[in-house]
T-cell receptor, first 115, second 111 residues
Framework: SAVISQKPSRDICQRGTSLTIQCQVDSQVTMMFWYRQQPGQSLTLIATANQGSEATYESGFVIDKFPISRPNLTFSTLTVSNMSPEDSSIYLC????????????FGEGSRLTVL | ELKVEQNPLFLSMQEGKNYTIYCNYSTTSDRLYWYRQDPGKSLESLFVLLSNGAVKQEGRLMASLDTKARLSTLHITAAVHDLSATYFCAGNSQGAQKLVFGQGTRLTINP
């Protein structure tokens, strides 16, 4: 298994500000993803974090709002920009070693509350 | 586009009873995942089902996959209170590792 650490674990933010969430994996992984889980809801994929290149965003998510970096195989960041109360969610980092291995692991999540 | 649907969405049951959560998916999926989420916590991987007819068991939980019917089930045997949680199934479109999640089933097991 992979151990995934996220920081911050929670934060309270003011409207209009931006916050960067960090995701660190304890071993090299092929794939890294960012998900959002709104209160009481399921998980929605925001984007695939690609090492050394621009992230691949899902429909409804754009780079200006959710810029993502992945400078190496074990680290990624997600920024939530110009936050509004609608951005209050849990943001989860996920990682896997490749299609053949099957498993995808999740970090503890970062719970953001926007006032 | 892959869609994943679970039912029921809410399930309240008594300890000692058996029940099944169903997970239907709309198009071919390489594999089917089951996760558990406790309140305020992240997702814990329970099972990864890789092929048609796959069956995996861990304690009181057993998961199976029927790719022809595009159906996976999570069966709970002789439920205990500790199994109270939200259970998610997820699939991935062929050739992709990103997951599409079902709505989740909130399971409450009463003494």
């Amino acid at each position: 298994s992979a151990v995934i650490s996220q920081k911050p674990s929670r934060d309270i933010c003011q409207r209009g500000t931006s916050l960067t969430i960090q995701c660190q994996v304890d071993s090299q992984v092929t794939m890294m993803f960012w998900y959002r889980q709104q209160p009481g809801q399921s998980l929605t994929l925001i984007a695939t974090a690609n090492q050394g290149s621009e992230a691949t965003y899902e429909s409804g998510f754009v780079i200006d709002k959710f810029p993502i970096s992945r400078p190496n195989l074990t680290f990624s960041t997600l920024t939530v920009s110009n936050m509004s109360p609608e951005d209050s969610s849990i943001y989860l980092c996920s990682a896997g070693r490749g299609r053949n291995t099957g498993e995808l692991f999740f970090g503890e999540g970062s719970r953001l509350t926007v006032l | 586009e892959l869609k994943v649907e679970q039912n029921p969405l809410f399930l309240s049951m008594q300890e000692g009873k058996n029940y099944t959560i169903y997970c239907n998916y709309s198009t071919t999926s390489d594999r089917l995942y089951w996760y558990r989420q406790d309140p305020g916590k992240s997702l814990e991987s329970l099972f990864v089902l890789l092929s048609n007819g796959a069956v995996k068991q861990e304690g009181r939980l057993m998961a199976s996959l029927d790719t022809k019917a595009r159906l996976s089930t999570l069966h709970i045997t002789a439920a205990v209170h500790d199994l109270s949680a939200t259970y998610f199934c997820a699939g991935n479109s062929q050739g992709a590792q990103k997951l599409v999640f079902g709505q989740g089933t909130r399971l409450t097991i009463n003494p």
